[in-house]
């Protein structure tokens, strides 16, 4: 099996993630009507593993799924995902489908749905060029806002991204990294995949409505309270953005990274900040100590894993 | 080939609908990267059939995207759909997706993905219960609200449906057939599949911001020309859908439908409303006399054409 771009489990069996497909008339296509996370293995190990999964059931019951394994029976095939490819550093998305209808007809009340899981590693990757991660990202204020919970819940993890696509239109065109969408009430909210961090008066400080809260937010939080440094979620505006001393974005795909260019002009002095190269390092060098890690191997099936160790 | 569900045209081939899929690396999925419009063929003819090939034209450039087909070949193959299946009454559903990037990797820039297009079709189909058709249908204002154009600009026709989705749970929650979802300004935007209509002072109104302006509700513009009546788009409140003597609802699925019930209370006394029928049955004469109908024999390639005359 060629695992080199990853390994999917998709209508229960496992295969290269580049031949897994799903219906086209599954709602999780036709409407997006699907549900998903993403978590990080390195060097045999889920990070905060626990955090991701019950994020991932807060996200199905928002929109009325079930996926129909366990969660035990999901990890392991997640763990799975991760051995059948190989890698040492991948990332893991797991979906929770709305799924087809009896019968295979087209169309049908969403309750009447075969909900459906899917799982897929592939190699781990930065949420900004990997060599923007020493020098700092060049993030772009777009015009484009973020659908509002109101409508869209953003604290559920979805694949309803048009705006956010349209937003990295413009990014790219302005020749930045990556866009940072506003709220309708004029808010920073987050951008693709990331969530914004400013550094004001010695305080850390993010954005706390209309958007996911990731993960790597959380783990900024706790890397804070260990730095005995004040951090805190509020409404910042695309001012507060543009006059910060320092700015970061964090991500499962890169954890601490400095912004250094914001609408092409710098953030401070133009170099990574101080305080965000020391979150940057503790996050790391946590990681290198096993924080929140779940060994792989403790996941897979006994006989798996003992042959995987051999 | 069992083609009772319908066919698709995908990857290039002709295939049972339901046996058609996409790779779930395909940002289509991933992101809701994809708009689509749906077109009636009705005893051998599109309906307006250039109309819908427009606004599909208007979506695909709106999200930056390109069929790998031109108009006229798109033409043949939703024509090829249609007689494949059997169908007299079919809905065609024509997609632009995203697509793959280069090498089937996970990640990249939309930019650089290899556009896809799919068609298929299904049997024809009612956006309410068909029961309701003549009895009126009962419609719930939900409390979840529409994606606003700033985020997710709703004239583009897309997948991007989480939102109706909610309120299509929380309108059968209630018992009603479908939920109508109000903008986050306040103001009545449209329902998943329809737009709403009102006749209030005998001018016939529907609302025109923040949703997709639908072939039919064009319908409804010219044959209220046709009748004499004033037709308008304006804002309207919840209350001004409440306090209607008529309203009713237009779709590719089902034409103009009487609305009865808004959340459980009767509109005017209860029955279908006279204007309504009338537009109903204007719209269904015209459509059997060949309003703007395009002969799908028209469209196939002439060998077939001629084979399928036979």
Redesign the interface.
Same mark, same amino acid.
């Given at each position: 099996m060629n695992s080199s771009? #990853?390994i @999917?489990y998709?209508q229960g069996q496992y295969m290269p993630?580049?031949e @897994? &497909? *799903?219906? /086209? =008339?599954d709602? @999780? !296509? $036709?409407? +997006?009507?699907v549900v998903f996370d993403a978590i990080s293995a390195w060097d045999g190990a889920f990070f905060k593993l626990d955090d991701h999964m019950a994020r991932f059931q807060r996200s199905c019951e928002y *929109? %009325?799924v079930k996926p129909p394994h366990s969660d035990e029976e999901m990890r392991t095939i997640m763990a799975e995902c991760v051995r059948r490819s190989g890698m040492d550093h991948a990332v893991v998305f797991i979906?929770c489908t709305r799924g087809r209808f009896a019968g #295979?007809?087209? !169309?049908g009340?969403?309750?009447d749905a075969e909900n459906g899981f *899917?799982a897929?590693s &592939?190699?781990y990757?930065w949420i900004v060029p990997k060599e923007r991660i020493g020098t700092g990202a060049h993030i772009w204020i777009a015009d484009?806002? %973020?659908?509002?919970d109101? @409508? /869209?819940?953003q604290r &559920?993890k979805?694949?309803?991204?048009?705006? =956010?696509? %349209?937003a990295? !239109?413009e990014a +790219?065109d302005a020749g930045a990294d990556a866009p940072v969408l506003l709220s $309708?009430d004029g808010f920073v909210t987050e951008g693709p995949g990331f969530n914004v961090w400013i550094i004001r008066d010695g305080k850390v400080l993010t954005p706390g409505e209309n958007l996911l809260e990731g993960i790597t937010r959380q783990c900024v939080f706790e890397l804070c309270a260990e730095a005995g440094l004040q951090a805190e979620a509020v409404n910042m505006t695309e001012a507060d953005l543009r006059d910060a001393g320092e700015v970061f974005i964090s991500s499962t795909g890169g954890g601490v990274i400095a912004v250094t260019v914001i609408n092409d002009k710098p953030v401070g002095n133009g170099a990574p900040g101080l305080t965000t190269g020391k979150l940057g390092d503790m996050y790391w060098k946590k990681r290198s100590e096993g924080w929140d890690a779940t060994a792989l191997d403790d996941l897979l099936e006994p006989e798996i894993a003992q042959a995987a160790g051999d």
């Open positions: 771009k #990853g @999917a998709c993630v580049d @897994a &497909v *799903i219906p /086209i =008339l709602p @999780a !296509f $036709t409407k +997006s009507d *929109i %009325r979906l #295979g007809v087209a !169309f009340h969403p309750k *899917i897929y &592939v190699p990757y484009t806002r %973020r659908a509002p109101v @409508a /869209i819940n &559920v979805n694949f309803n991204r048009m705006d =956010l696509t %349209r990295q !239109f +790219s $309708t």
